[in-house]
């Protein structure tokens, strides 16, 4: 397993912390909720993408429900995908139920794509 300064030295040119944000958000696009076929971004399960100067990415997640079966390995799931990323050095996902997820916090391209609207 790489670790943090390995993975420092593999990246290449440092992007700004906007650019990684938009790095870390298409990553996270390419992560499909195990249940519904969609992407956890775009069915509005990321609450929260923060990247800090030295390239630690910190996210605020939720499941569809707090039963979800892959409530306790998920978030490592999403924390493997975005360590990925080139220029991220860390992540640290936390898994959180406030708000509780609804179906309003998709967006509208998931609702169409699921026969919502």
Not at 16 to 25: A, T, Y
Request: charged letters at 30%; hydrophobic letters at 40%.
């Amino acid at each position: 397993m790489d670790n943090p300064s390995e993975r420092k030295k593999k990246k290449g040119k440092k992007m700004s912390q906007d650019e990684l944000r938009e790095e870390v958000i298409k990553t996270l696009r390419q992560v499909y909720d195990p249940e519904i076929p969609v992407n956890i971004y775009d069915l509005g399960l990321i609450y929260r993408v923060e990247v800090s100067d030295n390239g630690v990415v910190y996210i605020d997640m939720t499941l569809t429900a707090p039963g979800c079966p892959v409530a306790g390995t998920f978030p490592g799931t999403v924390e493997a995908a975005v360590r990925s990323v080139a220029g991220v050095i860390d992540a640290h996902v936390s898994l959180v139920w406030e708000p509780p997820w609804t179906q309003d916090r998709m967006s509208d391209e998931v609702k169409l794509e699921l026969g919502l609207l």
